[in-house]
């Protein structure tokens, strides 16, 4: 992360010791902020979200609290939720603003599966999802035909892509 | 905790930062999850919850989030908030498990009071609480004639059993 | 911090990890407590709330989970949200607690702005909002014509006093 940060020179907008935490690796252009605060930028606004989960940097010292982000743009929004169990706070997001899409984790063990996502979806209120953080290790082997099955049952589309895949939502 | 599970060599389900600090420790059979994760185990299923609290190890280093525990079981399920105060997140598992009790702290201070345990049983859909986390400390010592009256008065039947006892719920 | 505690022998009620920080300064007169949990004092009762941020100390240890305070005198009642995003969980306060006011953050970027600030002054349940945590910092520089327009929208109150003023609510 450091090394792309570096190499394109974007933005890094972050929970604030995350970014702190950018900074001493000389990272330029860092937006360290906390919950409930938005970034402006080029494209638009960028809004921290809370996210149910633990935030360790990889040398184990504190990393803040777990965000995720939803992004307003004039060509549409979306919500990024992070790592992330369900969460009551998911409705502030669906009364608050019309999303596209949401990217939601659906592997279980770490993070919420397919059923929890499919509620955080009606909590955000979209009907679109890309589902992610699966596969990655054994105990978040997804079940695609099921995840799929269910999504459906719920009227829900469910996006899986692979990964370097572009899609148009 | 560590002594005990190494001479059990029972299965340590804890959030991802406790488990990995379990594991250097040299316990085996740790799953370390998160939150809104579950594991399957040789009697059901259990799902971390969020609690509403602080997690530091015994040296002081961060912990990760702390967590309550969902259990489904085939002889019924039971909610084990861990220390906690009231929080609409519970209402979740109120609407999503059929519980046959929880496991509640009652002893303020360092956790939530009787009233705001009463109002979890109600948001989590129990009438029976097995009270924990008081006596242990000057500030949290309990005054059980009130709590028991105050669990009547709200139409639920508070447990609470001496240490090593063994209830039939 | 440390200074004025010692200097006034004040007790100092704070979030577990916090207050033991305290200790370790050899503050004295510290009330320890975690969410949820309410300390008795001379003037009326102190809850630890939650707030939705990170806690960090000065030496970049872990501080425990940020928390706002639920403050009940004889004289009235205030909540002091501390620096947070907007949460469901403020709706428990709004349902159990009549507010005189809330002391609320609106500047936007490392907490809640204006906009959010007033929907948590909806969920606790108050007409009359004092705004803090904002213009202390560049990504934080408040609008103050456009803040107060706001809160007049929302048929709230917003009191903007300078450092150091007292007032009378």
Same mark, same amino acid.
């Given at each position: 992360?450091?090394?792309? #940060?570096?190499?394109? /020179? #974007?933005?890094?907008?972050? %929970?604030?010791?995350? =970014? /702190?935490?950018? $900074? @001493?690796?000389?990272? $330029?252009?860092?937006? &360290?902020? @906390?919950?409930?605060?938005?970034?402006?930028? #080029? !494209?638009?606004?960028?809004?921290?979200?809370?996210?149910?989960?633990?935030? /360790?940097?990889?040398?184990?010292?504190?990393?803040?609290?777990?965000?995720?982000?939803?992004?307003?743009?004039? $060509?549409?929004? !979306?919500?990024?939720? =992070?790592?992330?169990a369900l969460s009551?706070?998911m409705?502030?997001?669906? $009364?608050?603003? @019309?999303?596209?899409?949401?990217? *939601? %984790?659906?592997?279980?063990? !770490?993070?919420m599966?397919?059923?929890d #996502?499919?509620r955080a &979806?009606?909590f955000?209120?979209?009907?679109?999802?890309? =589902?992610?953080?699966?596969?990655?290790?054994?105990?978040?082997? *997804?079940?695609?035909?099921?995840?799929?099955?269910?999504?459906?049952?719920?009227?829900?589309?469910? *996006?899986?892509?692979?990964?370097?895949?572009?899609?148009?939502?």
């Open positions: 992360m450091v090394d792309i #940060a570096k190499r394109t /020179s #974007a933005t890094v907008i972050a %929970p604030f010791e995350v =970014g /702190s935490w950018f $900074e @001493n690796k000389r990272v $330029e252009n860092v937006q &360290a902020m @906390n919950h409930g605060g938005a970034a402006r930028t #080029a !494209f638009g606004r960028v809004k921290l979200t809370v996210a149910i989960h633990s935030s /360790s940097m990889p040398d184990g010292s504190y990393g803040g609290n777990p965000a995720g982000f939803l992004i307003e743009t004039n $060509e549409g929004n !979306f919500y990024y939720s =992070g790592e992330t009551y706070e409705k502030l997001i669906g $009364e608050q603003t @019309n999303l596209g899409f949401a990217v *939601l %984790p659906i592997g279980d063990f !770490f993070t599966g397919i059923d #996502a499919l &979806a009606q955000v209120g979209t009907g679109k999802i890309v =589902g992610v953080h699966y596969d990655t290790f054994p105990p978040i082997k *997804l079940d695609r035909a099921a995840a799929t099955k269910a999504a459906e049952a719920a009227g829900k589309e469910l *996006l899986l892509p692979k990964i370097a895949a572009t899609i148009e939502i």
